[in-house]
């Protein structure tokens, strides 16, 4: 079956320091992968993706995202957050060759404490 | 450039009540979801629509949820009757069909209670 984990529902840090948000998916496809951001109350902002090249992806704001083919991980990095990165998480999946159907984790709540 | 559009924010009804809600995409996308999202819970797919076309509903439950997009354009998901268990956070997203991967944006979503 198709899934994507993220393995931790809730991660605390403080100000100014680095954070590391797990993603891994299950695929015998290829596939196209997303981090999108849900801050409360609003809809999902798409953050970043990998569609092909570069294994190593950027968003104007920070976090970057490296695409593991052999891992099958998609870690989203940032490394100084703020304040204002907190918000929901979420992983996303797209398989290559199927529908546009968009497969996502559970989310990641990262809250940032001053 | 107007995002995806939800009415309303907020519902609180009772069970067995029918609800609606509605969803105006972004100008010229010709495809449209709903996704269901369940508190602490990653939004899944409950239907998706091609223009006019429900292209892939599979997901859907048919007894009680129908979806409408007449016109192609707006686009309205009803329940009838709601149970305590459709309480949840119902999204809309859009997308323009060229290029590949189309990528989904996404409205605020309906918060439905259901008591």
């Known amino acids: 079956a198709q899934s994507v984990t993220q393995l931790d529902s809730q991660v605390p840090v403080f100000e100014e320091a680095p954070v590391e948000l797990r993603c891994n998916y299950s695929s015998s496809v290829s596939v196209y992968l997303f981090w999108y951001v849900q801050y409360p109350n609003q809809g999902l902002q798409l953050l970043l993706k990998y569609l092909s090249g570069s294994t190593l992806v950027k968003s104007i704001n920070g976090f970057e995202a490296e695409f593991n083919k052999s891992q099958t991980s998609f870690h989203l990095r940032k490394p100084s957050v703020h304040i204002s990165d907190t918000a929901e998480y979420f992983c996303a999946v797209q398989y290559q060759g199927g529908s546009e159907k968009l497969v996502f984790g559970k989310g990641t709540k990262l809250t940032v404490n001053p | 450039e107007a995002g995806v559009v939800q009415s309303p924010r907020y519902k609180i009804i009772e069970k067995k009540q029918p609800v609606a809600f509605w969803c105006n995409p972004i100008s010229g996308h010709n495809t449209l979801y709903w996704y269901l999202q369940n508190l602490g819970q990653g939004p899944e797919l409950l239907i998706r629509?091609?223009?006019?076309?429900?292209?892939?509903d599979s997901q859907l439950p048919k007894d009680r949820f129908s979806a409408e997009r007449l016109k192609g354009v707006d686009s309205t998901l009803k329940i009838q009757p709601a149970e305590l268990g459709d309480s949840a956070v119902y999204l809309c997203?859009?997308?323009?069909?060229?290029?590949?991967?189309?990528?989904?944006?996404f409205g605020p979503g309906t918060r439905l209670t259901v008591t």
């Open positions: 629509y091609e223009n006019e076309e429900a292209v892939d």
């Open positions: 997203a859009s997308s323009h069909n060229q290029g590949h991967p189309y990528e989904q944006y």
